[in-house]
């Protein structure tokens, strides 16, 4: 079963940049929001209660940050 994931994003977010390249790696789709340009994915973000990028959304599963041994934790 396919996981739906959501990635939170900035342009200058370098953390940002490298858990994406980490998702295309492994051939993993994701929807990005990306809250530099997108105003209505900035105010979801901090209804969530994040004020940072990169925030990954994997199903209801939250991870802040670029964490590699969580994402492949929840990927499996």
Do not use: W
Request: aromatic share 8%; hydrophobic share 35%.
């Amino acid at each position: 079963m396919e996981k739906q994931i959501i990635i939170y994003t900035s342009n200058t977010c370098g953390y940002c940049h490298a858990a994406k390249d980490y998702l295309d790696s492994l051939g993993v789709e994701y929807q990005e929001r990306n809250v530099s340009t997108d105003m209505e994915a900035r105010k979801e973000l901090m209804q969530k209660g994040f004020m940072g990028v990169p925030v990954l959304l994997v199903d209801e599963e939250v991870i802040q940050g670029f964490d590699k041994a969580r994402i492949d934790q929840l990927l499996k």
